[in-house]
Nanobody
């Protein structure tokens, strides 16, 4: 199983980025999908998740700024990030979870800096 993340990069404060994560060889629609992030020296924290039924959950720090969505036909999960702040700088990881399965992507760097 391979999770392929894309969309990271460098952006100025207040800017936007859209992360994508495409997963092959799983029955995607059954999986809980999530984005985590890890800044240097910090633990890996949940940013947002979306269940198989579309229920969304967000970290307090990103509520109202980030939106997670999924396309079951494309086996893809997205994270739209608006009003980005320097404290959003981190490596962002895609996660897929169902029953005993727990898969991680390699991460994509997001840097918010002027």
């Amino acid at each position: 199983v391979q999770l392929v993340e894309s969309g990271g990069g460098q952006v100025q404060p207040g800017g936007s980025l859209r992360l994508s994560c495409q997963i092959a060889r799983i029955n995607f629609r059954f999986y809980l999908m999530a984005w985590y992030r890890q800044a240097p020296g910090n633990q890996r924290d949940l940013v947002a998740s979306i269940s198989s039924t579309g229920t969304r959950n967000y970290a307090d720090s990103v509520k109202g700024r980030f939106t997670i969505s999924r396309d079951n036909a494309e086996n893809t999960v997205y994270l739209q990030m608006n009003s980005l702040r320097p404290e959003d700088t981190a490596v962002y990881y895609c996660n897929a979870r169902f029953s005993h399965d727990n898969y991680w992507g390699r991460g994509t760097q997001v840097t918010v800096s002027s």
